[in-house]
Protein backbone atom coordinates (compact mmCIF):
# COMPACT_ATOMS: atom_id res chain seq x y z
CA UNK A 1 0.00 0.00 0.00
CA UNK A 2 1.06 3.48 -0.86
CA UNK A 3 3.96 2.85 -2.87
CA UNK A 4 5.76 6.12 -3.55
CA UNK A 5 5.21 9.09 -6.67
CA UNK A 6 7.36 10.36 -8.76
CA UNK A 7 6.15 14.11 -8.83
CA UNK A 8 8.32 16.60 -10.84
CA UNK A 9 7.63 20.70 -10.93
CA UNK A 10 9.79 23.40 -10.72
CA UNK A 11 11.06 25.79 -7.52
CA UNK A 12 12.58 29.49 -8.35
CA UNK A 13 12.91 28.03 -12.05
CA UNK A 14 14.77 25.24 -10.90
CA UNK A 15 13.12 22.15 -12.49
CA UNK A 16 13.07 19.45 -9.82
CA UNK A 17 12.15 15.63 -9.78
CA UNK A 18 11.51 14.21 -6.35
CA UNK A 19 10.39 10.86 -5.15
CA UNK A 20 7.72 11.14 -2.16
CA UNK A 21 5.16 9.12 -0.34
CA UNK A 22 1.80 10.48 -0.88
CA UNK A 23 1.30 11.58 2.80
CA UNK A 24 4.54 13.83 2.21
CA UNK A 25 3.06 17.52 2.82
CA UNK A 26 4.91 20.12 0.60
CA UNK A 27 6.52 21.94 3.32
CA UNK A 28 8.09 18.81 4.53
CA UNK A 29 9.56 18.30 0.83
CA UNK A 30 10.62 21.27 0.50
CA UNK A 31 12.41 22.37 3.50
CA UNK A 32 13.65 18.68 3.94
CA UNK A 33 14.34 17.10 0.79
CA UNK A 34 14.93 20.71 -1.59
CA UNK A 35 16.58 21.94 1.73
CA UNK A 36 14.68 25.24 1.29
CA UNK A 37 14.28 26.20 4.90
CA UNK A 38 13.20 29.49 3.90
CA UNK A 39 9.29 28.83 4.52
CA UNK A 40 8.53 27.37 7.97
CA UNK A 41 6.04 25.49 10.11
CA UNK A 42 4.34 27.41 12.75
CA UNK A 43 0.64 25.98 13.74
CA UNK A 44 0.61 22.74 11.37
CA UNK A 45 -2.92 23.39 11.14
CA UNK A 46 -3.22 26.11 8.16
CA UNK A 47 -3.69 29.22 10.53
CA UNK A 48 -0.50 30.93 10.66
CA UNK A 49 0.80 31.58 6.90
CA UNK A 50 4.47 30.98 7.87
CA UNK A 51 4.48 27.80 5.37
CA UNK A 52 3.22 29.98 2.24
CA UNK A 53 4.72 29.20 -0.83
CA UNK A 54 3.39 30.76 -4.25
CA UNK A 55 1.71 27.86 -6.12
CA UNK A 56 1.07 28.54 -9.80
CA UNK A 57 0.57 32.20 -8.99
CA UNK A 58 -1.48 31.94 -6.09
CA UNK A 59 -0.43 31.78 -2.50
CA UNK A 60 -1.10 28.73 -0.63
CA UNK A 61 -0.27 27.33 2.93
CA UNK A 62 1.98 23.93 2.19
CA UNK A 63 1.32 22.61 5.36
CA UNK A 64 -1.71 21.62 3.95
CA UNK A 65 -0.89 20.87 0.47
CA UNK A 66 0.69 17.32 -0.93
CA UNK A 67 3.48 17.10 -2.89
CA UNK A 68 1.96 14.41 -4.93
CA UNK A 69 -0.69 17.14 -5.66
CA UNK A 70 2.42 19.59 -7.49
CA UNK A 71 2.97 17.46 -10.63
CA UNK A 72 3.68 20.22 -13.45
CA UNK A 73 3.52 22.83 -10.76
CA UNK A 74 5.56 25.87 -10.49
CA UNK A 75 6.45 27.23 -6.79
CA UNK A 76 8.03 30.16 -5.65
CA UNK A 77 9.62 30.25 -2.11
CA UNK A 78 11.15 33.01 -0.35
CA UNK A 79 14.50 31.93 -1.77
CA UNK A 80 13.57 33.18 -5.17
CA UNK A 81 12.32 36.51 -4.38
CA UNK A 82 16.11 38.16 -4.42
CA UNK A 83 17.53 38.35 -7.65
CA UNK A 84 20.99 38.51 -8.80
CA UNK A 85 21.29 42.46 -7.67
CA UNK A 86 20.45 42.13 -3.91
CA UNK A 87 17.27 41.94 -1.98
CA UNK A 88 13.83 42.18 -3.97
CA UNK A 89 12.73 45.69 -3.17
CA UNK A 90 9.98 43.97 -0.31
CA UNK A 91 12.81 42.39 1.21
CA UNK A 92 14.56 45.63 1.28
CA UNK A 93 11.47 47.42 2.48
CA UNK A 94 10.75 45.31 5.64
CA UNK A 95 14.56 45.69 6.61
CA UNK A 96 14.01 49.59 6.18
CA UNK A 97 10.63 49.53 7.94
CA UNK A 98 11.97 47.27 10.83
CA UNK A 99 8.82 44.80 9.07
CA UNK A 100 10.66 41.95 11.51
CA UNK A 101 10.98 41.51 14.81
CA UNK A 102 11.87 37.74 15.79
CA UNK A 103 11.65 36.63 11.61
CA UNK A 104 9.84 33.61 12.28
CA UNK A 105 6.51 34.73 10.22
CA UNK A 106 8.87 37.14 7.91
CA UNK A 107 9.36 34.63 4.59
CA UNK A 108 5.77 33.61 4.98
CA UNK A 109 4.33 36.96 4.70
CA UNK A 110 7.42 38.18 2.00
CA UNK A 111 6.33 35.26 -0.36
CA UNK A 112 2.46 36.94 0.36
CA UNK A 113 2.97 40.47 0.42
CA UNK A 114 4.70 39.78 -3.10
CA UNK A 115 2.04 38.16 -4.63
CA UNK A 116 -0.04 40.94 -3.56
CA UNK A 117 2.20 43.23 -5.33
CA UNK A 118 1.88 41.21 -8.29
CA UNK A 119 -1.78 41.44 -8.40
CA UNK A 120 -2.47 44.60 -6.76
CA UNK A 121 0.44 47.55 -7.22
CA UNK A 122 -1.43 49.78 -5.73
CA UNK A 123 -2.68 48.32 -2.69
CA UNK A 124 -4.88 51.00 -0.10
CA UNK A 125 -3.98 49.94 3.88
CA UNK A 126 -7.55 48.13 3.90
CA UNK A 127 -6.62 45.87 1.12
CA UNK A 128 -2.89 45.44 2.25
CA UNK A 129 -4.32 44.35 6.12
CA UNK A 130 -7.24 41.86 4.32
CA UNK A 131 -5.16 40.49 1.69
CA UNK A 132 -2.35 39.44 4.82
CA UNK A 133 -4.43 38.33 7.27
CA UNK A 134 -3.75 34.58 6.57
CA UNK A 135 -0.29 35.53 7.67
CA UNK A 136 -0.06 35.56 11.77
CA UNK A 137 2.89 37.60 13.32
CA UNK A 138 4.00 36.13 16.84
CA UNK A 139 4.97 39.13 17.74
CA UNK A 140 1.94 41.15 16.97
CA UNK A 141 3.96 43.74 15.25
CA UNK A 142 1.59 44.22 12.67
CA UNK A 143 1.86 48.44 11.87
CA UNK A 144 5.18 47.76 10.67
CA UNK A 145 4.56 44.86 8.35
CA UNK A 146 2.22 46.90 6.72
CA UNK A 147 4.46 49.92 6.70
CA UNK A 148 6.95 47.36 4.74
CA UNK A 149 4.25 46.58 2.08
CA UNK A 150 3.36 50.14 1.55
CA UNK A 151 6.75 51.22 0.46
CA UNK A 152 7.68 48.12 -1.11
CA UNK A 153 4.16 48.79 -3.51
CA UNK A 154 5.64 52.62 -3.77
CA UNK A 155 9.21 52.13 -4.78
CA UNK A 156 7.80 49.21 -7.09
CA UNK A 157 5.98 51.51 -8.51
CA UNK A 158 9.05 53.54 -9.29
CA UNK A 159 8.62 56.54 -6.62
CA UNK A 160 11.04 56.61 -4.74
CA UNK A 161 10.89 56.89 -1.02
CA UNK A 162 13.47 58.64 1.05
CA UNK A 163 15.83 57.45 3.75
CA UNK A 164 13.68 57.82 6.94
CA UNK A 165 10.41 58.45 5.72
CA UNK A 166 7.52 56.25 6.42
CA UNK A 167 5.82 54.67 3.75
CA UNK A 168 1.86 56.17 5.08
CA UNK A 169 -0.41 57.60 3.05
CA UNK B 1 1.36 16.22 11.58
CA UNK B 2 1.44 13.70 8.69
CA UNK B 3 -1.68 12.11 7.32
CA UNK B 4 -1.77 8.80 7.72
CA UNK B 5 -0.57 6.12 4.93
CA UNK B 6 -2.98 6.15 1.73
CA UNK B 7 -3.04 5.39 -1.99
CA UNK B 8 -3.54 8.40 -4.06
CA UNK B 9 -5.16 8.69 -7.05
CA UNK B 10 -5.49 11.71 -9.48
CA UNK B 11 -8.75 11.43 -11.68
CA UNK B 12 -8.39 12.71 -14.79
CA UNK B 13 -12.48 12.96 -15.34
CA UNK B 14 -15.53 12.38 -13.92
CA UNK B 15 -15.66 8.86 -15.17
CA UNK B 16 -12.37 7.70 -13.80
CA UNK B 17 -13.33 9.35 -10.50
CA UNK B 18 -16.87 7.65 -10.49
CA UNK B 19 -15.09 4.51 -11.49
CA UNK B 20 -12.45 4.90 -8.66
CA UNK B 21 -14.95 5.62 -5.92
CA UNK B 22 -16.57 1.93 -6.93
CA UNK B 23 -14.03 -0.18 -7.86
CA UNK B 24 -11.61 0.37 -4.86
CA UNK B 25 -11.43 -1.55 -1.64
CA UNK B 26 -11.80 0.47 1.96
CA UNK B 27 -12.82 3.62 2.85
CA UNK B 28 -12.09 6.17 -0.08
CA UNK B 29 -12.30 9.91 0.12
CA UNK B 30 -12.46 12.76 -2.30
CA UNK B 31 -9.93 15.09 -2.21
CA UNK B 32 -11.08 18.99 -3.24
CA UNK B 33 -8.92 21.74 -2.34
CA UNK B 34 -7.74 19.33 1.09
CA UNK B 35 -8.85 22.50 3.97
CA UNK B 36 -10.64 20.48 5.62
CA UNK B 37 -9.76 16.70 5.13
CA UNK B 38 -5.72 17.11 5.33
CA UNK B 39 -6.52 18.75 8.48
CA UNK B 40 -9.00 16.14 9.70
CA UNK B 41 -6.34 13.04 8.05
CA UNK B 42 -3.64 14.72 10.30
CA UNK B 43 -5.55 14.46 13.71
CA UNK B 44 -6.29 10.72 12.38
CA UNK B 45 -10.31 12.04 12.72
CA UNK B 46 -10.15 10.78 9.21
CA UNK B 47 -8.14 7.38 8.02
CA UNK B 48 -9.19 6.92 4.26
CA UNK B 49 -7.34 4.05 2.09
CA UNK B 50 -7.70 5.62 -0.43
CA UNK B 51 -7.51 9.81 -1.73
CA UNK B 52 -9.40 10.70 -4.93
CA UNK B 53 -7.99 13.97 -5.85
CA UNK B 54 -10.19 15.77 -8.25
CA UNK B 55 -8.19 18.52 -8.61
CA UNK B 56 -6.99 18.00 -12.11
CA UNK B 57 -11.01 17.65 -13.43
CA UNK B 58 -11.82 20.78 -15.61
CA UNK B 59 -15.47 20.08 -15.94
CA UNK B 60 -15.97 20.12 -12.33
CA UNK B 61 -15.05 23.84 -12.95
CA UNK B 62 -15.94 27.15 -13.80
CA UNK B 63 -19.31 29.32 -13.43
CA UNK B 64 -22.13 29.54 -15.58
CA UNK B 65 -25.07 31.05 -16.67
CA UNK B 66 -27.77 28.59 -17.80
CA UNK B 67 -31.81 29.12 -18.73
CA UNK B 68 -32.21 31.49 -15.58
CA UNK B 69 -29.62 29.65 -13.67
CA UNK B 70 -25.90 29.50 -12.55
CA UNK B 71 -24.22 26.56 -13.14
CA UNK B 72 -20.65 26.40 -10.24
CA UNK B 73 -18.69 23.38 -10.91
CA UNK B 74 -18.01 22.17 -7.21
CA UNK B 75 -14.18 22.65 -7.74
CA UNK B 76 -14.58 26.29 -7.80
CA UNK B 77 -12.48 28.12 -5.35
CA UNK B 78 -13.91 30.82 -2.75
CA UNK B 79 -11.20 33.03 -4.57
CA UNK B 80 -12.83 32.44 -7.84
CA UNK B 81 -16.25 33.06 -6.09
CA UNK B 82 -15.00 36.75 -5.09
CA UNK B 83 -13.81 37.37 -8.30
CA UNK B 84 -16.73 36.51 -10.38
CA UNK B 85 -18.40 39.15 -12.39
CA UNK B 86 -21.38 37.17 -13.29
CA UNK B 87 -21.83 36.39 -9.45
CA UNK B 88 -21.15 40.07 -8.92
CA UNK B 89 -23.87 40.85 -11.06
CA UNK B 90 -26.51 37.94 -10.34
CA UNK B 91 -25.79 36.25 -7.34
CA UNK B 92 -23.61 38.82 -4.37
CA UNK B 93 -24.57 37.14 -1.92
CA UNK B 94 -22.15 34.08 -2.56
CA UNK B 95 -18.84 36.25 -3.35
CA UNK B 96 -20.12 38.40 -0.07
CA UNK B 97 -20.05 35.19 1.66
CA UNK B 98 -16.38 33.62 0.26
CA UNK B 99 -15.31 36.80 1.56
CA UNK B 100 -15.90 36.15 5.11
CA UNK B 101 -14.58 32.18 4.89
CA UNK B 102 -10.84 31.50 6.57
CA UNK B 103 -7.53 34.09 4.89
CA UNK B 104 -6.83 34.54 1.32
CA UNK B 105 -4.43 31.37 1.09
CA UNK B 106 -7.14 29.36 2.45
CA UNK B 107 -9.37 30.55 -0.19
CA UNK B 108 -7.20 30.33 -2.90
CA UNK B 109 -7.30 25.90 -2.48
CA UNK B 110 -10.89 25.74 -0.94
CA UNK B 111 -13.79 25.17 -2.89
CA UNK B 112 -17.41 25.72 -2.93
CA UNK B 113 -17.86 22.07 -3.73
CA UNK B 114 -15.91 21.32 -0.15
CA UNK B 115 -17.23 23.33 2.22
CA UNK B 116 -20.63 22.77 0.85
CA UNK B 117 -20.35 18.63 0.86
CA UNK B 118 -17.89 18.55 3.82
CA UNK B 119 -20.43 18.06 6.10
CA UNK B 120 -19.19 20.77 8.93
CA UNK B 121 -22.51 22.75 10.72
CA UNK B 122 -20.05 25.38 11.10
CA UNK B 123 -19.03 26.06 7.32
CA UNK B 124 -20.92 28.54 5.62
CA UNK B 125 -22.03 27.52 2.37
CA UNK B 126 -24.83 25.01 3.50
CA UNK B 127 -26.66 27.52 4.82
CA UNK B 128 -26.03 29.90 2.16
CA UNK B 129 -26.96 27.83 -0.64
CA UNK B 130 -29.89 26.84 1.26
CA UNK B 131 -31.14 30.21 1.08
CA UNK B 132 -30.66 30.27 -2.69
CA UNK B 133 -32.53 27.48 -3.34
CA UNK B 134 -29.50 25.49 -4.81
CA UNK B 135 -29.45 22.25 -5.85
CA UNK B 136 -26.97 19.23 -6.11
CA UNK B 137 -26.46 17.81 -9.17
CA UNK B 138 -25.30 14.30 -8.31
CA UNK B 139 -23.87 11.13 -10.40
CA UNK B 140 -23.21 8.06 -8.84
CA UNK B 141 -23.53 3.92 -10.06
CA UNK B 142 -27.54 4.42 -10.92
CA UNK B 143 -26.83 7.66 -12.84
CA UNK B 144 -27.61 11.63 -12.38
CA UNK B 145 -30.14 12.66 -10.09
CA UNK B 146 -30.47 16.15 -8.14
CA UNK B 147 -30.14 16.84 -4.51
CA UNK B 148 -32.06 20.19 -3.08
CA UNK B 149 -29.89 21.98 -0.74
CA UNK B 150 -32.92 22.20 1.53
CA UNK B 151 -33.09 18.85 3.29
CA UNK B 152 -29.67 17.44 1.98
CA UNK B 153 -28.11 18.15 5.69
CA UNK B 154 -29.40 15.38 8.02
CA UNK B 155 -26.83 16.06 10.94
CA UNK B 156 -23.45 16.61 11.13
CA UNK B 157 -21.09 15.09 8.19
CA UNK B 158 -24.28 13.40 7.39
CA UNK B 159 -25.93 14.03 4.06
CA UNK B 160 -28.05 12.94 1.28
CA UNK B 161 -25.00 11.40 -0.63
CA UNK B 162 -23.78 7.74 -1.07
CA UNK B 163 -20.04 6.81 -0.50
CA UNK B 164 -20.31 6.19 -4.34
CA UNK B 165 -20.99 9.26 -5.23
CA UNK B 166 -19.87 12.45 -6.32
CA UNK B 167 -21.71 15.76 -7.18
CA UNK B 168 -20.72 17.56 -10.63
CA UNK B 169 -22.29 21.03 -10.46
CA UNK B 170 -24.31 23.29 -8.10
CA UNK B 171 -27.21 25.17 -9.00
CA UNK B 172 -28.93 27.97 -8.15
CA UNK B 173 -31.77 29.95 -9.76
CA UNK B 174 -30.78 32.99 -10.48
CA UNK B 175 -32.42 35.94 -7.33
CA UNK B 176 -34.96 38.15 -8.96
CA UNK B 177 -33.22 41.65 -10.00
CA UNK B 178 -33.44 44.18 -7.40
CA UNK B 179 -33.43 41.33 -4.66
CA UNK B 180 -31.51 42.37 -1.07
CA UNK B 181 -28.93 40.06 0.24
CA UNK B 182 -27.02 39.78 3.06
CA UNK B 183 -24.97 36.93 5.33
CA UNK B 184 -23.96 38.38 8.44
CA UNK B 185 -21.40 36.50 10.63
CA UNK B 186 -20.39 36.92 13.71
CA UNK B 187 -16.77 35.67 14.28
CA UNK B 188 -13.73 35.47 16.91
CA UNK B 189 -11.22 36.77 14.19
CA UNK B 190 -10.11 37.07 11.32
CA UNK B 191 -10.02 33.88 9.08
CA UNK B 192 -12.57 31.89 12.28
CA UNK B 193 -15.53 29.98 11.61
CA UNK B 194 -19.12 31.81 12.42
CA UNK B 195 -19.58 31.68 16.24
CA UNK B 196 -23.35 32.39 14.27
CA UNK B 197 -24.12 33.67 11.51
CA UNK B 198 -27.81 34.18 9.32
CA UNK B 199 -28.21 34.43 5.31
CA UNK B 200 -30.86 36.38 3.65
CA UNK B 201 -32.37 36.49 0.58
CA UNK B 202 -35.45 39.15 0.32
CA UNK B 203 -37.83 40.48 -2.28
CA UNK B 204 -39.88 43.05 -1.78
CA UNK B 205 -42.72 44.38 -3.78
CA UNK B 206 -44.63 47.87 -2.67
CA UNK B 207 -42.63 48.20 0.64
CA UNK B 208 -44.02 44.91 1.59
CA UNK B 209 -42.13 41.31 1.91
CA UNK B 210 -42.99 39.35 -0.85
CA UNK B 211 -40.81 36.29 -1.00
CA UNK B 212 -37.84 35.89 2.21
CA UNK B 213 -35.36 33.19 2.62
CA UNK B 214 -33.47 33.15 6.13
CA UNK B 215 -31.05 30.31 7.26
CA UNK B 216 -28.42 29.97 9.48
CA UNK B 217 -24.75 29.12 10.28
CA UNK B 218 -23.23 27.12 13.21
CA UNK B 219 -26.38 27.18 15.22
CA UNK B 220 -27.45 23.21 14.98
CA UNK B 221 -26.73 19.91 13.79
CA UNK B 222 -27.66 21.16 10.26
CA UNK B 223 -28.25 24.29 8.55
CA UNK B 224 -31.19 25.74 9.79
CA UNK B 225 -33.98 27.65 7.88
CA UNK B 226 -36.26 29.20 9.49
CA UNK B 227 -39.54 28.79 8.22
CA UNK B 228 -41.25 30.37 11.07
CA UNK B 229 -39.53 33.95 10.52
CA UNK B 230 -39.75 33.55 6.95
CA UNK B 231 -44.00 33.03 7.47
CA UNK B 232 -44.30 35.69 10.01
CA UNK B 233 -41.99 38.55 7.32
CA UNK B 234 -44.15 37.18 4.65
CA UNK B 235 -46.70 39.99 2.96
CA UNK B 236 -45.97 42.37 5.81
CA UNK B 237 -44.11 45.77 5.91
CA UNK B 238 -40.63 45.19 6.87
CA UNK B 239 -40.60 47.78 10.10
CA UNK B 240 -38.91 47.64 13.25
CA UNK B 241 -41.18 45.82 14.98
CA UNK B 242 -41.54 42.89 12.61
CA UNK B 243 -37.70 43.10 12.77
CA UNK B 244 -37.15 42.45 16.40
CA UNK B 245 -39.79 39.58 16.18
CA UNK B 246 -37.67 38.04 13.75
CA UNK B 247 -34.79 38.16 15.72
CA UNK B 248 -36.27 36.31 18.45
CA UNK B 249 -38.33 33.76 16.55
CA UNK B 250 -34.69 32.92 14.69
CA UNK B 251 -33.04 32.52 17.99
CA UNK B 252 -35.98 30.24 19.67
CA UNK B 253 -35.52 28.25 16.58
CA UNK B 254 -31.97 27.14 17.58
CA UNK B 255 -30.29 24.01 18.94
CA UNK B 256 -26.80 25.12 19.47
CA UNK B 257 -23.97 22.98 20.93
CA UNK B 258 -21.71 24.38 23.63
CA UNK B 259 -18.09 24.61 22.01
CA UNK B 260 -15.15 27.25 22.36
CA UNK B 261 -17.26 30.03 20.77
CA UNK B 262 -19.60 29.96 23.43
CA UNK B 263 -22.53 28.68 25.36
CA UNK B 264 -25.88 28.19 23.83
CA UNK B 265 -27.36 30.72 25.11
CA UNK B 266 -24.51 32.86 24.08
CA UNK B 267 -25.13 31.71 20.48
CA UNK B 268 -28.69 31.98 20.61
CA UNK B 269 -28.28 35.40 21.60
CA UNK B 270 -25.82 36.10 18.54
CA UNK B 271 -28.18 34.41 16.09
CA UNK B 272 -31.04 36.70 17.23
CA UNK B 273 -28.85 39.92 16.35
CA UNK B 274 -27.47 37.99 12.97
CA UNK B 275 -30.98 38.03 11.60
CA UNK B 276 -32.02 41.20 12.91
CA UNK B 277 -28.77 42.63 10.71
CA UNK B 278 -29.18 40.70 7.71
CA UNK B 279 -32.78 41.73 7.57
CA UNK B 280 -31.83 45.18 8.10
CA UNK B 281 -28.90 45.02 5.16
CA UNK B 282 -30.90 43.00 2.89
CA UNK B 283 -33.65 45.43 3.61
CA UNK B 284 -31.37 48.67 2.23
CA UNK B 285 -29.97 46.93 -0.42
CA UNK B 286 -33.63 45.52 -1.73
CA UNK B 287 -34.43 49.22 -1.58
CA UNK B 288 -31.42 49.97 -3.87
CA UNK B 289 -29.71 51.59 -1.06
CA UNK B 290 -25.89 50.01 0.36
CA UNK B 291 -24.17 47.50 -2.28
C1 LIG C 1 -7.74 28.25 8.74
C2 LIG C 1 -9.04 27.84 8.14
C3 LIG C 1 -10.17 28.63 8.32
C4 LIG C 1 -11.39 28.28 7.74
N1 LIG C 1 -12.47 29.08 7.93
C5 LIG C 1 -13.65 28.75 7.36
C6 LIG C 1 -14.80 29.57 7.51
O1 LIG C 1 -14.75 30.64 8.12
N2 LIG C 1 -15.96 29.16 6.94
C7 LIG C 1 -16.06 28.01 6.22
O2 LIG C 1 -17.14 27.71 5.71
N3 LIG C 1 -14.99 27.22 6.05
C8 LIG C 1 -13.80 27.56 6.60
N4 LIG C 1 -12.71 26.76 6.42
C9 LIG C 1 -12.87 25.53 5.64
C10 LIG C 1 -12.46 25.77 4.23
O3 LIG C 1 -13.36 26.65 3.61
C11 LIG C 1 -12.40 24.42 3.55
O4 LIG C 1 -11.48 24.53 2.53
C12 LIG C 1 -13.71 23.87 3.03
O5 LIG C 1 -14.66 23.69 4.05
C13 LIG C 1 -13.54 22.53 2.37
O6 LIG C 1 -13.28 22.74 1.07
P1 LIG C 1 -12.08 22.02 0.36
O7 LIG C 1 -12.20 22.36 -1.07
O8 LIG C 1 -10.82 22.35 1.05
O9 LIG C 1 -12.52 20.50 0.55
P2 LIG C 1 -11.73 19.19 1.00
O10 LIG C 1 -11.20 19.35 2.35
O11 LIG C 1 -10.82 18.76 -0.07
O12 LIG C 1 -12.94 18.17 0.98
C14 LIG C 1 -13.87 18.05 2.03
C15 LIG C 1 -14.87 16.96 1.72
O13 LIG C 1 -15.87 17.43 0.83
C16 LIG C 1 -16.39 16.36 0.09
N5 LIG C 1 -16.36 16.70 -1.33
C17 LIG C 1 -15.56 17.60 -1.94
N6 LIG C 1 -15.86 17.71 -3.25
C18 LIG C 1 -16.86 16.84 -3.48
C19 LIG C 1 -17.62 16.49 -4.64
N7 LIG C 1 -17.44 17.07 -5.83
N8 LIG C 1 -18.60 15.55 -4.51
C20 LIG C 1 -18.84 14.97 -3.31
N9 LIG C 1 -18.17 15.27 -2.18
C21 LIG C 1 -17.19 16.19 -2.26
C22 LIG C 1 -15.58 15.15 0.41
O14 LIG C 1 -16.24 14.40 1.38
C23 LIG C 1 -14.31 15.75 0.99
O15 LIG C 1 -13.66 14.89 1.83
C24 LIG C 1 -11.48 27.08 6.98
C25 LIG C 1 -10.37 26.28 6.79
C26 LIG C 1 -9.16 26.64 7.37
C27 LIG C 1 -7.98 25.75 7.16
S1 LIG D 1 2.40 26.01 9.39
FE1 LIG D 1 1.16 26.14 7.64
S2 LIG D 1 -0.24 27.67 8.17
FE2 LIG D 1 0.88 27.42 10.00
S1 LIG E 1 8.34 38.80 13.51
FE1 LIG E 1 8.02 37.46 15.17
S2 LIG E 1 6.51 36.13 14.39
FE2 LIG E 1 6.52 37.73 13.07
Not at chain 1, 26 to 52: F, N, P, Q, V
Not at chain 1, 139 to 164: D, K, M
Request: with cysteine; glycine share 10%; proline share 6%.
Amino acid sequence: MSDKVHVSFTVNGEAVDVLVDPRELLIHTLRERLRLTGAHIGCETSHCGACTVDLDGASVKSCTVLTVQCQGAELITVEGLAGPDGLHPLQAAFVQEHGLQCGYCTPGMLVRGWRLLQDNPDPSEAEIRFEMAGNLCRCTGYQNIVRSVRRAARELRGEPVAEGEAATE
Amino acid sequence: MIPGRFEYHAASGVDEALRLLSELEGERALLAGGHSLLPMMKLRFAEPAHLIDLGKITELKGIREEGGELVIGPMTTEAELLASDVLARRCPLLPEVARQIADPQVRNRGTLGGDALHGDPANDHPAVLTALDARFVIRGPRGQRESAADGFYLGPYLKDLGDDELVTAIRIPIPAPGHGHAYCKLKRKTGDWATAAAACILELAEGRVQRVRLTLTNLGPTPIRVHDVEDLLTGEPLDAGRIEQAGQAAAAATDPAEDLRGSPEYKAHVAGEMTRRALRLAQERAEGGAR
